[in-house]
Structure formats: C-alpha cells, structure tokens
C-alpha cells in the first residue's frame, strides 16, 4: 500500500509537472520561447503549446495593427510658419522575434521615431503642401518611420497627418487671401461675359443692318414682351436716325435773320424857290424851309421805323 501511494504521488506530481507547462495561444498572437535565456528559432502558433516548466519562458506578441496616435508637434514649416500638426500611426509585428529581441519596447519605439519624424516633416514642407497635399506628405512620413522599424521586426501600414492647427492670425489673412481671389474670379467672369455678349450683339447688328426688317420684327417683340406686364406706360423706341433727318430738314429754316440796317440818312438839298402867282397880283418869291441837321435826322430815324 505505501508503494502504491508512491506511485500515485509521482503520478500526481508529473501530472501537475505537465499541466504546469501547457498554454494556450489565441489566433491573433505569436508565442517566442526563452530556454535558460536563449531564444529559441520556432514561433509558438495559435493553439495549445507546451513549454518546459522551470526551463522555458514564453512572451506573447500581439499580431494585430496598432493604430497610434502621435501627440501634436509643434514647428515651423519652410515658409516661416508656426503651425501644430498630429498625426495618427498604424502599425503590426512583422517578425515576433525579432520585435522581442532587437528592441526592448518596439510600441514606444515606434512612438518616437514617428514623433521626430513628424517634426522633420513639418520643417521640409510648405504650409500650402500641410493644407492640400497630405497624401504625398503621408508617404514620405511612412517611409522616415518605416526604415529604422524594418530592424526591429515591425511594418508600418500606414502613417495620416490628422489636424493642422493654425494661429489665428494665420486663419483670418488666409480669409482675406480666399475672398480677394473669389472676388477677382468673379471680375473676370463679369468680364468675360460681357464680351462675349458684345460679340453676339454686334454680330446681331450686322444681321439687322443686312435685313431691316428684323428690326420691326425686334421692335414688335420688345412691344409684346413689355404690353405682357400689364403696365400702365409703354415705351418705345425711336429711331436715331429719324431725329437726325428733322434736325437736318429744319436746319436752314431755323437759322435766325441778319438784323436790317437802317437806311442812310437822306439830306434835303435847298430846293430853287418856287413862284406862285397870287389871284390877285403879281407872283411873289416864297422862301423854300431851312432844314437842318437836326430835321434830317429825325426823318431818317422815322424812316427806319416805318421801314
């Protein structure tokens, strides 16, 4: 019975030995075996693997993407501007031994690298290249992060720059900068415009002026159109032309008469005396009027009012 009890003890105690030494791996993860300290070359796959109690070590490593956010760093880009940029980090474990061994903690590794090299980014780049051209900045951001981490057994999947914070001051000349630009586009637009209804307005000019009967077609339209309205005055065109031809028609008959000069003043001569015979005696000599300048003068200024 004592041997039999000692038998069963080392039974109890081997299977305790062994069960001590079983683990259990999940899907996602990779098991790296330590034997006295050395690595051991098989990786542990998902599943139920056993391990030497007392003698191994076993270091699970997580095979899933890591998605990391780098804090926001802060410097200025090429063109003299103070800008802070973060960015977010998605990462996995390439080789699990690798990860384990050539690096103490490849997460916070990582973490760093893609720090620096945001900051390097950021002072190789133009503010106008961090607000519209972050694809190319991605790839050359997941390319600074991805050659050290190759050594250390880590993929980088993929590396996006998240937010661009600009000072305020920054933000408001960038708006004055968009508003004179819409506004300059839509001058040119106005412009643009206009000359091209310039162009169909005398190119319908020309069909007018070949068949002048479309111009009382046009005339009859514009009639139409404004009689639609219901409006109380019409108006309607008249033709230039026309007034010019009754200014010219009534451009002699308009013309105001030279003023008349008065007639030269008309000196009485002394006249010869005249006889007159008396009914009763013989014919005496009558004495023709003295006139004077004074006289004369009056008569011509009765003259020219008569006139």
Do not use: C
Not at 69 to 93: H, L, M, S
Not at 207 to 217: G, K, N, V
Not at 277 to 292: F, L, R, S, T
């Amino acid at each position: 019975m004592v041997v039999v009890d000692v038998l069963l003890g080392i039974l109890g105690l081997g299977a305790l030995w062994g069960a001590s030494g079983l683990r259990v791996i999940r899907q996602y993860e990779r098991g790296v075996v330590f034997r006295l300290g050395r690595v051991q070359p098989e990786v542990r796959h998902a599943g139920l693997t056993r391990i030497v109690p007392l003698v191994d070590k076993l270091r699970k490593v997580n095979m899933q993407i890591v998605t990391m956010p780098v804090p926001a760093q802060e410097g200025i880009t090429k063109d003299n501007v103070t800008v802070r940029v973060d960015a977010v980090v998605y990462f996995r474990v390439d080789d699990p031994t690798t990860a384990i061994v050539a690096v103490q903690d490849y997460t916070f590794a990582v973490g760093q690298v893609a720090q620096t090299s945001l900051r390097s980014i950021i002072g190789k780049s133009e503010l106008d290249d961090l607000l519209s051209n972050r694809e190319r900045l991605n790839q050359g951001l997941e390319l600074l992060i991805d050659s050290p981490a190759l050594g250390w057994g880590v993929h980088i999947e993929r590396v996006e720059i998240k937010d661009v914070a600009l000072p305020e001051s920054m933000k408001r000349s960038m708006s004055r900068q968009a508003e004179a630009e819409r506004e300059r586009r839509a001058r040119v637009i106005t412009a643009d415009g206009e000359l091209q209804a310039s162009q169909k307005l005398s190119q319908a000019a020309a069909a007018m002026a070949a068949t002048p009967a479309a111009l009382q077609l046009r005339l009859l339209q514009t009639v139409v159109e404004v009689a639609a309205e219901k409006n109380s005055t019409l108006v309607l065109p008249f033709p230039v032309e026309l007034l010019r031809f009754l200014e010219r028609a009534q451009g002699p008959a308009s013309e105001p008469a030279p003023a008349s000069k008065p007639p030269p003043a008309v000196t009485e001569s002394p006249a010869a005396p005249r006889q007159v015979a008396p009914p009763d005696g013989p014919a005496a000599a009558i004495e023709p009027p003295v006139i004077g300048p004074s006289s004369a003068v009056d008569r011509a200024s009765g003259n020219a009012s008569k006139a």
